[in-house]
Every structure is written in structure tokens, then in C-alpha cells.
T-cell receptor, first 113, second 108 residues
Framework: DGGITQSPKYLFRKEGQNVTLSCEQNLNHDAMYWYRQDPGQGLRLIYY???????QKGDIAEGYSVSREKKESFPLTVTSAQKNPTAFYLC????????????FGPGTRLTVT | GQNIDQPTEMTATEGAIVQINCTYQTSGFNGLFWYQQHAGEAPTFLSY????GLEEKGRFSSFLSRSKGYSYLLLKELQMKDSASYLCAVKGFQKLVFGTGTRLLVSP
């Protein structure tokens, strides 16, 4: 079955620690995205990548970093510089920049205390 | 700037029809999307409009007026499982911009 996987579903970390969220897709999609969702707010774009070894900042990139070394993988690191890291993180992919539909992974709920 | 407005919450009765509105002001327009999201789950694609008019897909329909910056999602024959958040999103030049979503509560 083709799809997007994110792991783990729930993640707990202490303040001051960096944490990396995994996102893998086997849809052969070129473009991948990371969003953050907070209660009462829409999805906000953190980073996106249209091709391997290239990525761009989204609207709220501060305190986050990404890499795109493989087409299938787009991990997101939440650094200690992110002031409010507790949120629901969603990864998505689409066939290409021009493609209109994004497919979402199941999400990772990160709690930092 | 970019701005997408949707009502925060709506309620409806099982079997009824509900219309969820979305107004937008964005720099660049390459289509408008509706996604359904159940609590704690990933959004799933419902519809896509790039030209003016109505797109029908089973119980769900979506309408777009580009000149008015307006769209709506119409849900017919509501079922309990339709209780979810409905996200309106506009595609600009390279990325999607999402509204805050409308939480729909369907009661028996």
C-alpha cells in the first residue's frame, strides 16, 4: 500500500532537547511538506521541499530544520530554539510543484514539558 | 497578504443539508481545496475547484466564485460520521494556505 508514514504517533520531550520527527512516503512524490497545527488555528507551513537536496522555508520556519537527502524521506528537527514546540505536526506530499492534491501522513503529536 | 475566513463551528441534524462558506484574499490563485479532518487524524482530500462553478461528488459539492473570492462546501444527507473539521485551503504560486477550519457537529 502506498502512503505516508510518520512516527511516532505521540512524542514527549523535555524542554531544551532537540527532537526529530520522521516522515516517509512511498508514493514517488517529488514534493514534501511539514505543517504545524495548533488548537483553533489552521495548518501552518514550516518547510517544504520540491526536489531532493533542496528545501524552502515556509511561514513559521524559525526553530525548525529539515533535510531532504532522499526522495522518500523528509525529517523535521524541532530545535530547542523553538519557543512553543508542543503541537500536532503533519507531513504531506504531492506529485510535483504543479500538482494540486497533497496527501497527509497520520501526524505526530509532540509534547514538550 | 493572505487571509482565509471560515466559520469556527456549525451544527446540523442527521439527514439535513449544511453549507460551509469560505472567503479568501490571497496573492496568487491556483485553486481552492476542501479537506475533511477528524479529531487527531490527518486531513483527507474532498474537493478541488480551479474554475468558477459547482463540482459535485456524491453527497459533497463544492462551489467557487473567483471574482468574489468565495467558495462553499455543501454536504447533503448528513451522517453522524460527517462530524469533523472542514478545512478550506487556497493554492498560491507554490504552496497551500489553510483557513482555521470549521468544526461541524452532526446530532441525531
Amino acid at each position: 500500500d502506498g502512503g505516508i508514514t510518520q512516527s511516532p504517533k505521540y512524542l514527549f520531550r523535555k524542554e531544551g532537547q532537540n527532537v526529530t520527527l520522521s516522515c516517509e512516503q512511498n508514493l514517488n512524490h517529488d514534493a514534501m511538506y511539514w505543517y504545524r497545527q495548533d488548537p483553533g488555528q489552521g495548518l501552518r507551513l514550516i518547510y517544504y521541499s520540491q526536489i531532493v537536496n533542496d528545501f524552502q522555508k515556509g511561514d513559521i520556519a524559525e526553530g525548525y530544520s529539515v533535510s531532504r537527502e532522499k526522495k522518500e524521506s523528509f525529517p523535521l528537527t524541532v530545535t530547542s530554539a523553538q519557543k512553543n514546540p508542543t503541537a500536532f505536526y503533519l507531513c504531506a506530499s504531492s506529485e510535483a510543484e504543479s500538482s494540486y492534491e497533497q496527501y497527509f501522513g497520520p501526524g505526530t503529536r509532540l509534547t514538550v514539558t | 497578504g493572505q487571509n482565509i475566513d471560515q466559520p469556527t463551528e456549525m451544527t446540523a441534524t442527521e439527514g439535513a443539508i449544511v453549507q460551509i462558506n469560505c472567503t479568501y484574499q490571497t496573492s496568487g490563485f491556483n485553486g481552492l481545496f476542501w479537506y475533511q479532518q477528524h479529531a487527531g487524524e490527518a486531513p483527507t482530500f474532498l474537493s478541488y475547484n480551479v474554475l468558477d462553478g459547482l463540482e459535485e461528488k456524491g453527497r459533497f459539492s463544492s462551489f467557487l466564485s473567483r471574482s468574489k473570492g468565495y467558495s462553499y462546501l455543501l454536504l447533503k444527507e448528513l451522517q453522524m460520521k460527517d462530524s469533523a473539521s472542514y478545512l478550506c485551503a487556497v493554492k498560491g504560486f507554490q504552496k497551500l494556505v489553510f483557513g482555521t477550519g470549521t468544526r461541524l457537529l452532526v446530532s441525531p
